[in-house]
């Protein structure tokens, strides 16, 4: 079963703020959000995760709702290299196996 | 600093071949990954090993051996390839610091093989 839910695609103006929502009801209290991207034909690549409180780095921001149950990722003026398929995973750290699970994720298109 | 490095780049082999990708990594991580992804799907976990020593099977093992060499090194083998394993392969790493695991994943470049 899925943990998360995200939209298929999206398009955003290059220099303008993408915001990629991703929905997870059932994620459960020791459990991390973590989003990757994926630019055409490379290995994924991280971007950022957090718990519960919003997280910011280089790349981008995590807005995590206050019941959990859904996060979007912010970056904050896209250029045209962001475009990529963006997953947005959770994960319990305390678990021995460790695995991530990527879903078919959302394809996100930047315009000139 | 390689990163995560996996060879081959590109393999064609035809059904009932074996072959063996090679995936190693500088980092001195202690966990790592092998994932598959078809066109137009996310990435499917096939086996990793958290640690050196131990391998274990992810959504997709069927049809697939791993072997943890050392540290470093984790390979994959396809004993008798079919159609259906043709795919692109993506070899990851990252940290483990007790049992809490760290999932900032670096992946590889990947090997894209075909299977007729």
């Known amino acids: 079963d899925a943990k998360t839910t995200q939209p298929t695609s999206m398009d955003c103006a290059e220099g303008r703020a993408a915001n990629l929502p991703c929905n997870h009801s059932t994620i459960s209290g020791n459990e991390y959000v973590y989003w990757y991207r994926q630019i055409h034909s490379q290995g994924p690549q991280y971007i950022i995760h957090g718990l519960k409180n919003n997280e910011t780095n280089e790349m981008a921001s995590l807005i995590i709702t206050e019941d959990r149950k859904s996060s979007t990722l912010i970056l904050p003026h896209a250029t045209l290299r962001d475009t990529a398929v963006y997953y947005c995973i959770v994960s319990d750290r305390g678990s021995t196996l460790g695995r991530l699970y990527f879903g078919r994720g959302t394809q996100l298109t930047v315009w000139p | 600093n390689a990163g995560v490095t996996q060879t081959p780049k590109f393999q064609v082999l035809k059904t009932g071949q074996s072959m063996t990708l090679q995936c190693a990594q500088d980092?001195?991580?202690?966990?790592m990954y092998w994932y598959r992804q078809d066109p137009g799907m996310g990435l499917r976990l096939i086996y990793y090993?958290?640690?050196?020593?131990?391998?274990d099977k992810g959504e997709v093992p069927n049809g697939y051996n791993v072997s943890r060499l050392n540290k470093r090194e984790f390979s994959l083998r396809l004993e008798s390839a079919a159609p259906s394993q043709t795919s692109v392969y993506f070899c990851?790493?990252?940290?483990?610091?007790?049992?809490?695991?760290?999932?900032?994943?670096?992946f590889g470049s990947g090997t894209q093989l075909s299977v007729l």
């Open positions: 990851a790493s990252s940290v483990r610091q007790g049992l809490m695991v760290n999932e900032k994943l670096f």
């Open positions: 090993s958290a640690s050196e020593g131990t391998t």
């Open positions: 980092m001195n991580h202690n966990s």
